[in-house]
T-cell receptor, first 110, second 115 residues
Framework: QQPVQSPQAVILREGEDAVINCSSSKALYSVHWYRQKHGEAPVFLMILLKGGEQKGHEKISASFNEKKQQSSLYLTASQLSYSGTYFCGTEIPGTYKYIFGTGTRLKVLA | NAGVTQTPKFQVLKTGQSMTLQCAQDMNHNSMYWYRQDPGMGLRLIYYSASEGTTDKGEVPNGYNVSRLNKREFSLRLESAAPSQTSVYFC??????????????FGPGTRLTVT
């Protein structure tokens, strides 16, 4: 039931781009993205809703394909500060229960 | 605003001891959550409270109990700690529920070790 993220881990050089994917076996009505730095709490990045509405940080972009039950997070011109673990998450419809994806570890090297 | 606060920050327990983790938010949020995160792993939902006066089980509720004391506070109790409960515990809150429109705000976490 947990959304599956890919890749599990990625290493980039500063300035390179990356795409992180989140795929669910169940219908998604919204997808949230969070970043967690080592030893810290997760921090909100973006929400994507059915119908195309989005809210979040201006420098982050993402997509949400409702039919395929998938979302992708696009990190362009990566900076050292982008390093951390990225999680997608969603509220299970009808339950108010929240579930996070498996996580993607991203490391940006100078 | 302090946001979401958690106490204590660190705790070491012996097997069989009990303790309560405290969480409070000052953002007038309706929903509150308790997660655990094992080393190198993702976040798993223990219990949640969609609104004041309600609590429900998450993915991994066994060995835990919760109390939504009021709108601000949501506590997590371990009645008889076990080594398998060694983890980092995060509390989170969000403004509303049901539409998926609201983001969660996390506390700094409690690092619990059970020996």
């Amino acid at each position: 039931q947990q959304p599956v993220q890919s890749p599990q881990a990625v290493i980039l050089r500063e300035g390179e781009d990356a795409v992180i994917n989140c795929s669910s076996s169940k219908a998604l009505y919204s997808v949230h993205w969070y970043r967690q730095k080592h030893g810290e709490a997760p921090v909100f990045l973006m929400i994507l809703l059915k119908g195309g509405e989005q809210k979040g940080h201006e420098k982050i972009s993402a997509s949400f394909n409702e039919k395929k039950q998938q979302s992708s997070l696009y990190l362009t011109a990566s900076q050292l500060s982008y390093s951390g673990t990225y999680f997608c998450g969603t509220e299970i419809p009808g339950t108010y229960k929240y579930i996070f994806g498996t996580g993607t570890r991203l490391k940006v090297l100078a | 605003n302090a946001g979401v606060t958690q106490t204590p920050k660190f705790q070491v327990l012996k097997t069989g001891q009990s303790m309560t983790l405290q969480c409070a938010q000052d953002m007038n949020h309706n929903s509150m959550y308790w997660y655990r995160q094992d080393p190198g792993m993702g976040l798993r939902l223990i219990y949640y409270s969609a609104s004041e006066g309600t609590t429900d089980k998450g993915e991994v509720p066994n060995g835990y109990n919760v109390s939504r004391l009021n709108k601000r506070e949501f506590s997590l109790r371990l009645e008889s700690a076990a080594p398998s409960q060694t983890s980092v515990y995060f509390c989170a809150s969000k403004k509303g529920y049901g539409s998926g429109y609201y983001e969660q705000y996390f506390g700094p976490g409690t690092r619990l070790t059970v020996t």
